[in-house]
């Protein structure tokens, strides 16, 4: 669900605003109208925003890329786009202070090979932010003064290339949100789920049947003992 679609009294409540720039919003769209995101802008846990690049394009042609100085292959994502995106957002000046120790514009995100491996534990930290905005490249990658002065962070969600930032960024967008308040209908799974500690994996799980195909559900699971099944679990000791 976008802003203008929520209730006003949930807006006035908001704990996250999400802004995404990209040139591809539609991207977007469809993943808002269902869970964890639905859930959390009804709720008024969430806010996204998405910012489309070519609406402050620098000419009738929607022109926001150009070619690479030093020569190379493929189009860049130029500055000036972005920039003025941001300065729309948040205003005149912006530039100064977006690094500044108070970051009074929250978190401002470059998604990129290049950046810092995103972890649960970041997705932890996001959670604390009033607001993330999320910077999606496309084509060969985003001028890199957007990194050096415009961004407080670079972040990749792994060792390989996609065609541009929206599928990252989207990643980042879910594993923040479902670990917003009132987000999950059990917010317990939260806790105990892989990477809810350093390097741990949750334990494996089954469901009926007890027996497919010769293929048996583990004896400790159907004993009935919690201790012996929270320490098959690992959860003990």
Wanted: proline share 6%; glycine share 8%.
């Amino acid at each position: 669900m976008l802003p203008d679609q929520q209730p006003p009294e949930l807006r006035l409540n908001l704990m996250l605003k999400l802004n995404v720039l990209t040139l591809f919003p539609e991207l977007f769209s469809t993943n808002l109208d269902h869970l964890p995101f639905k859930r959390a802008c009804k709720n008024g846990a969430l806010e996204v925003n998405l910012i489309n690049l070519r609406n402050y394009a620098l000419d009738s042609y929607g022109t926001v890329d150009d070619k690479p100085y030093g020569g190379g292959v493929g189009m860049i994502l130029m500055i000036e786009p972005i920039y003025n995106a941001l300065k729309d957002l948040f205003g005149d000046g912006f530039e100064k202070r977006v690094k500044s120790s108070d970051k009074p514009f929250g978190r401002v995100i470059v998604m990129s090979p290049r950046g810092k491996r995103f972890t649960q534990n970041q997705a932890r930290s996001l959670t604390k932010e009033k607001q993330i905005t999320l910077i999606c490249g496309r084509y060969e990658g985003i001028d890199a003064r957007v990194e050096e002065f415009l961004a407080t962070d670079t972040l990749s969600i792994g060792d390989y290339v996609l065609s541009g930032g929206e599928i990252p960024a989207l990643a980042i967008m879910e594993a923040v949100t479902r670990l917003l308040p009132g987000v999950l209908e059990k917010e317990q799974a939260a806790a105990i789920e892989s990477f809810s500690k350093a390097k741990q994996l949750e334990y494996s799980q089954y469901t009926r049947p007890e027996n497919f195909k010769g293929l048996k559900v583990p004896p400790t699971l159907l004993s009935g003992n919690h201790k012996e099944i929270d320490a098959w679990r690992g959860l003990t000791g």
